[in-house]
């Protein structure tokens, strides 16, 4: 799988001001994307899903995930959650808080904050919605739309125990450092492909999750 530049090559990743501006000014204006045809494949590298659109469900659900950066002192981190093992779909793998977006919705900014509140408990008063990265699909049948908000700290979480077992935090930092990228191998029908998988810890994040952080780093390197 090609990989992007070092994150050393990331502009103002030493400050995390900087960082932060610098995030937000790339999000500036971003609207969520509607064309399926312009979706990234979940965990899959750009350059060869293309290969695997054939795969894509025909009418996926509309669906909408928080990533939510809190800005601390010692530096920006992403928030994540490690989904219930008793989930019928993809349980116990780590993920962004998020889900279906309903018709009582107002789009995906108010699904993804609907639904942060309800599995984590954290309140959409600390977030301040920056924008949009590309939608992703994923073969379980959905269209992710991911809503990238900055967090204030002095937050309490509560989770929903029946739909998330915990919560961590990785520092931005160490998500943008190309040598903490790696894949692994995952079956698509008759092809074997290598898939994004970011170790932290004793966890692993994969799919969907570590393909939207890894369009976050594409959109930092970008000139």
């Known amino acids: 799988m090609s990989k992007p530049k070092a994150a050393a090559d990331v502009p103002h990743t030493r400050d995390r001001s900087d960082l932060r501006r610098q995030i937000e000014a790339r ?29 894509y469900p025909a009418s996926p659900v509309p669906a909408a995930v928080l990533i939510p950066i809190i800005d601390r002192d010692e530096g920006l981190s992403i928030l994540l959650t490690q989904r219930s093992a008793q989930l019928k779909n993809h349980a116990g793998q780590i993920s962004f808080p998020g889900g279906r977006i309903d018709a009582s919705d107002d789009g995906p900014v108010a699904a993804a904050l609907r639904e942060t509140e309800e599995e984590i408990g954290l309140s959409r008063e600390f977030v301040q919605v920056t924008g949009y990265l590309d939608p992703h699909v994923v073969m379980t049948g959905y269209w992710i739309t991911p809503v990238v908000g900055m967090v204030r700290p002095g937050f309490s979480l509560k989770l929903n125990s029946h739909e998330v077992d915990s919560v961590l935090e990785v520092p931005l930092r160490y998500l943008l450092d190309e040598a903490n990228h790696s894949s692994l191998e995952r079956q698509i029908g008759d092809t074997a492909v290598q898939v994004y998988d970011i170790p932290f810890g004793s966890h692993h994040i994969w799919g969907a999750t570590a393909g939207m952080l890894m369009a976050l780093y594409r959109l930092l390197l970008e000139k």
């Open 27 to 55: 999000l500036k204006g971003t609207q969520p994307v509607t064309d399926l045809r312009m979706a990234l494949p979940g965990g899959i590298a750009p350059e060869i899903g293309s290969q695997f659109q054939r795969f």
